[in-house]
């Protein structure tokens, strides 16, 4: 079972680049047929899916979020990174990581607050 814990700025400003690390722990972003993504939940809204990247480092986005969207990895550090470019204040969310198979997430992390205002 993975440990994972998100990190980074709580504030970004409007059109800046929000950036945010998941350091995972007991299982290596490198295992066979893992997945591992990150989910963003808005105030008064349901989860939202924004991408994965694979356990070949293969990332794949939402389709809503594509154009601003980056997932990458460190497996030296067992940590991998989400981007997302050109903030608006519609981004203000609580933002988790999860690791899972293709079809379920499995284990998360407790989830970091991000707020998108100037």
């Known amino acids: 079972q993975a440990q994972l814990q998100e990190s980074g700025p709580g504030l970004v400003k409007p059109s800046q680049t929000l950036s945010l690390t998941c350091t995972v722990s007991?299982?290596?972003?490198?295992?066979?047929?893992?997945?591992w993504s990150w989910i963003r939940q808005p105030p008064g809204k349901g989860p939202e899916w924004i991408g994965y990247?694979?356990?070949?480092?293969?990332?794949y986005y939402s389709p809503s979020l594509k154009s601003r969207t980056s997932i990458s990895r460190d497996t030296l550090k067992n940590q991998f990174t989400l981007q997302l470019s050109s903030v608006t204040p519609e981004d203000t969310a609580l933002y988790y990581c999860?690791?899972?198979?293709?079809?379920?997430?499995?284990?998360w992390g407790q989830g970091t607050q991000v707020t998108a205002s100037s």
């Open positions: 999860a690791s899972g198979t293709y079809v379920s997430f499995i284990d």
């Open positions: 007991r299982v290596s972003l490198t295992v066979s047929s893992w997945y």
């Open positions: 990247i694979d356990f070949t480092g293969t990332s």
